[in-house]
């Protein structure tokens, strides 16, 4: 069964220094996300992402986030100046379509732990 | 927005017995409801989905069932296994949300199955 792929698996860096989040979607998904999960607590929405432009942000989305899918496979979340409370796993997800008939397909996670 | 509510936070039942998590949402235009399972460390996987126009729906050991007029879900596990163990997510779409799938999560409830 195909899979959301993410990398690297853990990620230390020091705050206010800057990361890329690699994640390969599923490759005939067309919608694609970030979420992100903060140790214990609950998933939560950060973007979406739909032809090539977001289509949705939440308030955790900041001007210190973005996203890019620099080529045909591969979708990027970047925090420009990491903080402490950015630690948390972030998980990348993708749906082969929008809408109630598409559920979304989780990859396993970056735990990133910003020190 | 969507605000979704899962109690309780944890549930403890012994091998063989029934487990029922339940989960509320606050927007009566929301259309579907998956439940995802985590296992420690891992990523949330889709174990079963509900949409509005249906009220019960079953998969093996696993059923999902929606009440609209009151606005909760309900997700309930037969003969459950120590493998049951995890932490259960329920999750609800709006259509009023965006253009995208993106989902509401509940806090989680821990379910730890005795043997």
């Known amino acids: 069964e195909p899979e959301v792929t993410q990398t690297p698996s853990h990620q230390v860096t020091q705050m206010g220094q800057e990361v890329i989040l690699r994640c390969v979607p599923i490759?005939?998904?067309?919608?694609f996300y970030w979420y992100r999960q903060i140790l214990g607590q609950k998933v939560e929405f950060l973007v979406s992402f739909y032809n090539n432009e977001i289509s949705e942000k939440s308030e955790i989305f900041d001007d210190q986030f973005s996203v890019e899918r620099p080529d045909g496979s591969n979708f990027t979340l970047k925090i420009r100046s990491t903080k402490l409370e950015d630690s948390a796993m972030y998980f990348c997800?993708?749906?082969?379509?929008?809408?109630?008939?598409?559920?979304?397909?989780f990859g396993n996670g970056t735990r990133l732990t910003v020190t | 927005g969507e605000n979704v509510e899962q109690h309780p936070s944890t549930l403890s039942v012994q091998e063989g017995d029934s487990a029922v998590i339940k989960c509320t949402y606050s927007?009566?235009?929301?259309?579907?409801f998956p439940w995802y399972k985590q296992e420690l460390g891992k990523r949330p996987q889709l174990i079963i989905d509900?949409?509005?126009?249906?009220g019960e729906k079953k998969d093996q050991r696993i059923a999902v069932t929606l009440n609209k007029t009151a606005k909760h879900f309900s997700l309930h596990i037969t003969e459950t296994q120590p493998e049951d163990s995890a932490v259960y997510f329920c999750?609800?779409?709006?259509?009023?949300?965006?253009?995208?799938?993106?989902?509401?999560f509940g806090k989680g409830i821990t379910l730890s199955v005795r043997p």
């Open positions: 509900i949409r509005s126009n249906v």
């Open positions: 927007d009566s235009a929301s259309n579907y």
């Open positions: 997800a993708s749906s082969e379509r929008t809408g109630v008939n598409s559920p979304l397909h």
């Open positions: 490759s005939n998904h067309l919608y």
């Open positions: 999750a609800a779409k709006s259509p009023l949300s965006g253009a995208n799938s993106k989902l509401t």
